[in-house]
Nanobody, 116 residues
Framework: QVQLVESGGGLVQAGGSLRLSCAAS????????MVWYRQAPGKQRELVAG????????NYADSVKGRFTISRDNAKNTVYLQMNSLRPEDTAVYYC?????????WGQGTQVAVSS
């Protein structure tokens, strides 16, 4: 059992920055990957960035490469998403997902709104 608590969402102007946090608790040793997804109204859920909990290997969607950075602090059981040069099209609910060999666990989501 894994619990995820997300924070850091809010309203920001285009060009601004925001850092999202996802704190994991429970059976944290079972987590192999931490992934950020986002979903805008009327759109399908989109994978934004992922990171392995062991080596810290990262991957990004093309739409956020060069602007977003995913990182983790294993001592704090927390994964971060640093979002720079934000655009209105980044507006979405952002979800944290923990991947284990048994199942995936989802956070509640945090709203990010970017104004033009």
């Amino acid at each position: 059992q894994v619990q995820l608590v997300e924070s850091g969402g809010g309203l920001v102007q285009a060009g601004g920055s925001l850092r999202l946090s996802c704190a994991a608790s429970g059976s944290i040793d079972s987590i192999n990957f931490m992934v950020w997804y986002r979903q805008a109204p009327g759109k399908q859920r989109e994978l934004v960035a992922g990171i392995t909990t062991s080596a810290g290997t990262t991957n990004y969607a093309d739409s956020v490469k060069g602007r977003f950075t995913i990182s983790r602090d294993n001592a704090k059981n927390t994964v971060y998403l640093q979002m720079n040069s934000l655009r209105p099209e980044d507006t979405a609910v952002y979800y944290c997902n923990a991947v284990t060999i048994i199942r995936n666990y989802w956070g509640q989501g945090t709203q990010v709104a970017v104004s033009s």
